[in-house]
């Protein structure tokens, strides 16, 4: 299983950018997808969670902000980013629990800077 994650970039403040992450491989369910961050200096931190229920949680820095999404046909995670803030400048990664095992996909840089 690989995860390839696309749609970092440069962005100014209040702008949005859309993350993708999309697992390839033998895959039949997926638990749980999620998008973390770790900004320079600082731990990593989780962004936001979805289930394969549905069930959405967030940070509270995000809340409101973001939305995470999902398509399970795809096998595919989103991460909609809208009012960005210079403080969510990070590398975010995706990551998905498939059949009791981590995975993570390649970090894609998000600068919010004017």
């Known amino acids: 299983v690989q995860l390839q994650a696309s749609g970092g970039g440069l962005v100014q403040p209040g702008g949005s950018l859309r993350l993708s992450c999309a697992a390839s491989?033998?895959?039949?369910?997926?638990?749980?997808m999620a998008w973390y961050r770790q900004a320079p200096g600082k731990q990593r931190e989780s962004v936001a969670t979805i289930t394969s229920s549905g069930t959405t949680n967030y940070v509270d820095s995000v809340k409101g902000r973001f939305t995470i999404s999902s398509d399970t046909a795809k096998k595919t995670v989103y991460l909609q980013m809208d009012s960005l803030k210079p403080e969510d400048t990070a590398v975010y990664s995706c990551?998905?629990?498939?059949?009791?095992?981590?995975?993570w996909g390649k970090g894609t840089l998000v600068t919010v800077s004017s």
């Open positions: 491989g033998n895959i039949f369910s997926i638990n749980v």
């Open positions: 990551y998905m629990h498939i059949w009791g095992i981590n995975y």
